[in-house]
């Protein structure tokens, strides 16, 4: 059966079971800041499950994109060692939304495994939690499943999705794939191996984990299962490899291929072959390589690829285009967004590539360095950390170029900085909010502040120190209403501020935020006692969500006008959008020129200043496409979606926050700055409405005030400044040739007077007020006119001291330029580094540099 059909039968067997098939949600989580990536098919539920997301069925099944590269469940070191670890994997599931529970889902599993798949029912395993009784029984008496081949374990049967939210014991149902594979049948504390490969987890939810590791139990009990496409598929071709099915044959033959490698089982083919699936997906996703979170993971896997190839066959430039397409045509038809963005992809992935080459240069040069340096025939725990984490080097490239060299590897450190990294990450990725995480009420908060900036409304629950009360006076707390005009932060858009008031009370709302559906106002009482089922006004700062409306619906505008200016290559990657400014991250490589930023500004005035009312469309997902809508970053959307058609035809956005009634509201939009953060990914933060007229007057005033100062007209200053540019330009140049000849001068006398110390030879110095960096070249070049030559020179310039070392490469054996600055730095406190033939270190101003000119000559006598 091949893996597209093993798919296919999974979803239908479970829509014919009164399943709605739902497709797969993005490797990036939305509104999630618990999880790095979508790492399980129950992700996209997870506010189903929690009670705080109502939807119009009850029962689903899914084929889930899922990454498992970062954070609490990360199989990247394993990828292409085990035969059936992956980095980017397929997660099959069904799930009940308070339907059906432990004993029909064991039974729906059991007919798929051994009905539909036909699997030989001798050859499963089943797990459960050795306290769940109830699982036990049903195998037990319902299936009758044999006892032998039935285990009751602890942590391995209870599941979580990450540190929080849902979770709860499970049942795992393993395949056999035979006696000569190592491996012992599950049983607590033993390795099952490749011959015992779990192929289905059957998760009962019950419980929520909060930040603080309690369990309380979910508002209804629900089902959570998965099942990995590739595992399946390989026992379904009758092979315990997943790396031998037709997911990645293809691809790792042509790997092999185009590195000219023969032995097809090598195990850097299957990182790569892995790898390449990973990487195409997630910037697919919207994920660009960068040195920090979801980017820096996804840099590490690119880099991880090319040193594998790198490993196979360094003479060949290894590129991901040579393969793209041999992902296989049934993975494009299931994922069309991956070849609709073939070319975005492949020109990301290039990008990287070339940077990575030259960075695995360095990283080669560096190890060329430690080898060559190496005292003890060990490389140290640092080094292999540093070529691990800064270069990409996996360890066991590192083994193998030490193991050439006849030098040990000290895993131990390596090891222990690599903790030190995951509890950092761990630290850092901790999602520190303190907002409840299940809401158990049947009716979600109505949004009413499309339309009102108030509303009579009844308070439907009440969070005091993150426990559910019934009643609070005096301090903060969360409040939840039956309807709100109060938006929820959510797509980039802040949540609204204001107050809450009745008879004796005064609440102000510092923040909206949302959980799931439900709109949760955080608030502080200043005066009065809020009891559940009060009646309350609820009322939002209007002239702040006024200036927030502006800046949201110049988004959108903003948005077009750089896909019609720079390409539709043009993505959104993030967005933030306050009373304030509006700040917009995408997709472009380049930094945006002077014309350009005029040009979106001018084309966004052009639609502000066209005066047409915005159009809201409530559609389908399917229609909204015909229409032209272009979904925005970071927000989720159902069945049914709403479209933004703002001036005219010229925006057409899917968008869920709150807009200007028409354009003419925005009234001015000016950019205030344009910036890189991270490679391909730009950002531009702009301001809208009043903000953006006073910037504008205030430059027309700047404009007057400067050219009034140079006494010009406004209309001569640009001429004035040209040409007082130009004569700055050309005093600089003066300046360089002087500096030039000034260093020329010094070089000419240290070539004329040095002095000969035994069989070295020696230049002491002491120059003030001149950069020494810029030596460094010269000093080179003068090592190699005078043999034997140690040059150690001191200065002091704009309240800093400098100590710059220099030796001939011939004699650092004996004259290592760090041993002497570590000696010599002391004197006065500096700090740096370098390498044996050079090295320098600087401090804050001292009077003992000539101190350390007399020290330096005693010890280079002395040695």
């Known amino acids: 059966m091949k893996s597209s059909e093993v798919r296919k039968t999974f979803l239908d067997f479970f829509v014919q079971k009164g399943h709605k098939e739902v497709a797969s949600s993005g490797l990036v989580p939305i509104n999630d800041p618990t999880l790095m990536f979508s790492n399980s098919g129950m992700n996209q539920f997870k506010d189903v499950f929690l009670g705080t997301e109502k939807v119009n069925f009850d029962k689903a099944t899914s084929s889930q994109k899922c990454v498992r590269a970062g954070g609490k469940h990360n199989d990247l070191d394993n990828v292409g060692f085990t035969l059936r670890h992956h980095t980017f994997f397929e997660m099959l599931g069904n799930f009940s939304f308070g339907d059906y529970f432990k004993e029909k889902a064991i039974e729906l599993a059991w007919e798929l495994l051994t009905e539909k798949f036909n699997l030989d029912k001798d050859k499963l395993w089943v797990t459960v939690h050795v306290d769940d009784k109830e699982s036990e029984d049903i195998w037990l008496k319902k299936i009758k499943f044999p006892a032998e081949r039935l285990s009751r374990l602890t942590e391995d049967n209870f599941w979580s999705m990450g540190d929080t939210g849902p979770c709860g014991p499970c049942s795992e149902i393993f395949y056999d794939h035979g006696e000569d594979l190592p491996g012992e049948a599950p049983q607590e504390g033993v390795d099952t191996g490749e011959r015992f490969v779990e192929i289905y987890n059957l998760v009962f939810m019950q419980y929520n984990r909060d930040h603080n590791g309690k369990l309380s139990n979910l508002p209804k009990q629900c089902v959570d299962t998965g099942m990995g496409l590739e595992r399946i598929t390989a026992v379904l071709q009758n092979t315990s490899d997943n790396y031998k099915t037709d997911i990645f044959n293809n691809i790792i033959e042509s790997i092999a291929e185009t590195l000219n490698e023969k032995n097809l089982l090598n195990p850097s083919l299957r990182v790569i072959a892995d790898h390449l699936r990973s990487s195409v997906f997630l910037i697919s996703d919207g994920v660009n390589p960068s040195n920090e979170g979801r980017g820096y993971v996804l840099r590490r896997i690119i880099r991880r690829a090319l040193t594998h190839a790198y490993k196979i066959n360094n003479e060949k430039d290894f590129s991901f285009s040579d393969i793209f397409d041999m992902l296989g045509e049934s993975l494009l038809r299931t994922y069309p967004d991956v070849k609709k963005n073939k070319a975005s992809i492949l020109e990301e992935l290039k990008s990287e590539e070339d940077q990575f080459r030259e960075t695995l240069k360095q990283g080669m040069r560096l190890l060329e360095e430690e080898i060559k340096d190496s005292k003890n025939k060990t490389l140290s725990g640092e080094v292999i950390f540093k070529l691990y984490d800064t270069y990409g080097f996996p360890v066991d490239l590192t083994r193998d170029l030490a193991q050439e060299n006849e030098l040990r590897l000290d895993l131990t450190g390596y090891e222990k900085l690599m903790a030190a990294q995951r509890a950092n990450a761990k630290k850092e990725s901790r999602f520190e909010a303190l907002l409840p995480a299940a809401i158990d009420l049947d009716d979600e908060t109505k949004f009413v502040g499309y339309e009102d900036s108030s509303t009579e409304s009844e308070i439907k629950l009440i969070f005091k120190d993150g426990k559910e009360v019934k009643s609070a006076q005096e ?80 988004t959108h505008l903003m948005h077009s006008a750089l896909r019609n200016i720079l390409g539709e290559h043009v993505q959104q990657k993030g967005s933030l959008v306050n009373e304030e400014k509006l700040r917009f991250d995408f997709s472009h490589k380049q930094k945006l020129t002077e014309s350009e930023i005029l040009k979106v500004e001018r084309e966004v005035n052009q639609a502000i200043s066209s005066s047409e009312d915005t159009q809201i469309i409530e559609t389908s997902i399917e229609e909204s496409q015909k229409l032209g809508a272009i979904a925005f970053f970071g927000e989720k959307y159902g069945d049914q979606v709403r479209v933004l058609k703002i001036a005219g035809d010229y925006s057409t956005e899917l968008c869920g926050g709150t807009h200007v009634k028409n354009s003419s509201e925005i009234k001015s939009f000016k950019i205030i700055s344009e910036t890189s953060i991270s490679s391909g990914v730009r950002r531009i933060e702009a301001i809208s409405g009043d903000l953006a007229i006073k910037d504008k007057d205030d430059n027309k005033t700047d404009l007057l005030n400067t050219a009034e100062a140079f006494n010009v007209s406004v209309k001569e200053l640009p001429i004035f400044l040209k040409d007082k540019i130009k004569l700055v330009n050309a005093h600089k140049e003066d300046l360089k040739k002087f500096e030039q000849k000034i260093y020329q001068n010094l070089l000419d006398d240290m070539k004329s007077n040095y002095k000969a110390v035994g069989k070295i030879n020696i230049i002491l110095k002491r120059i003030d007020n001149l950069n020494l960096s810029k030596l460094r070249g010269s000093l080179d070049s003068l090592k190699k006119e005078v043999s034997n030559l140690i040059i150690i020179l001191v200065g002091s310039m704009e309240e800093k001291s400098t100590i710059l070392i220099s030796v001939s490469n011939d004699i650092t054996a004996t004259y290592d330029a760090r041993n002497l600055l570590d000696s010599l730095s002391k004197i006065i406190g500096a700090k740096g580094g370098g390498k044996p033939d050079f090295a320098q270190a600087g401090a804050p101003a001292s009077n003992k540099l000539d101190e350390i000119l007399i020290s330096a000559e005693k010890i280079l006598t002395e040695i």
């Open 475 to 554: 301090g903060e707390c969360m409040i939840v209403l039956n309807s709100t005009p109060f938006y929820g932060e959510s797509g980039g858009q802040v949540g609204d501020k204001g107050k809450l008031c009745a008879k004796g009370l005064e609440i102000e709302v510092l923040d909206t935020q949302k959980v799931g559906n439900f709109h949760l106002h955080i608030s502080k009482i200043k005066k009065g006692t809020i009891n559940l089922n009060d009646k309350v006004k609820a009322e939002i700062n209007t002239e702040r969500r006024r200036a927030i409306v502006s800046n949201h619906s110049a």
